[in-house]
């Protein structure tokens, strides 16, 4: 089975512009998860959803940050307009629900806003 | 908001030697799972654990579940230089839909 997906691996950008990342879940998982990970906060929940639903968005920094989950096999997280602070590795995880917790990462989308 | 303490931040040790790491929190969780961090990827799941004192092994790496379910360790024995990531623990609440709580991670590096 291929695990989650993410697109792209790297993106550079300057300030001011829009960015979007992708994700596919691993199918038949119904719990999606985008995750932030910088030096100084480590890892942190930005947002997740439970079949499609947006169930916890308080992770997210600011307005600037939205996600959708449109379908079951795909979900997308936009910075709008993105800032230099926004530089970071994003990371999308799914789970099945009843699987006690264990989510699977994808590889991650390395951001740098210049 | 919810944390978890994980130490210690760094660990610098000699192949062959053995390593302990724990997590402890204030909150009570109902799952501990520990993840495993190589440059460039993402978190790689090793082990997870559901009841109040469990013990589980996978290879040379142990891990317990705390009494309290506010804390939990990870061991590794005769570690060896592909061991070297970074380690982290992870905790579940009940009615979480599944959402993680992440500790602060520790670097591992093995001296050949």
């Known amino acids: 089975d291929a695990g989650v997906i993410q697109s792209p691996r790297h993106e550079v950008t300057e300030m001011g512009q829009e960015v979007t990342l992708r994700c596919k879940p691993i199918?038949?998982?119904?719990?999606l998860f985008w995750y932030r990970q910088t030096m100084m906060r480590g890892l942190e929940l930005l947002i997740y959803?439970?079949?499609?639903?947006?169930?916890?968005d308080s992770g997210m920094p600011e307005d600037r940050f939205s996600a959708k989950m449109p379908n079951a096999s795909f979900s997308t997280l936009k910075i709008q307009p993105s800032e230099p602070r926004d530089s970071a590795v994003y990371f999308c995880?799914?789970?099945?629900?009843?699987?006690?917790?264990?989510?699977?990462f994808g590889q991650g989308t390395r951001l740098t806003v210049v | 908001g919810q944390q978890l303490n994980q130490s210690p931040q760094s660990m610098f040790i000699q192949e062959g030697e053995d390593v302990s790491m724990n997590c402890t929190s204030s909150?009570?969780?109902?799952?501990w799972l520990w993840y495993k961090q190589d440059p460039g990827e993402g978190p790689v799941l090793l082990i997870a654990l559901y009841k109040a004192g469990e013990l589980t092994s996978n290879g040379r790496l142990t891990a317990q579940f705390g009494i309290t379910r506010k804390d939990s360790f990870l061991n590794i024995s005769a570690s060896i230089p592909s061991d070297v990531g970074i380690y982290f623990c992870?905790?579940?609440?009940?009615?979480?839909?599944?959402?993680?709580?992440f500790g602060q991670g520790t670097e591992l590096s093995v001296k050949p």
């Open positions: 199918s038949g998982h119904n719990s």
């Open positions: 959803f439970n079949n499609n639903v947006p169930i916890d």
């Open positions: 909150s009570i969780f109902n799952t």
């Open positions: 995880a799914s789970t099945r629900s009843g699987q006690g917790g264990m989510a699977f």
């Open positions: 992870a905790g579940q609440q009940d009615n979480q839909g599944g959402k993680l709580i």
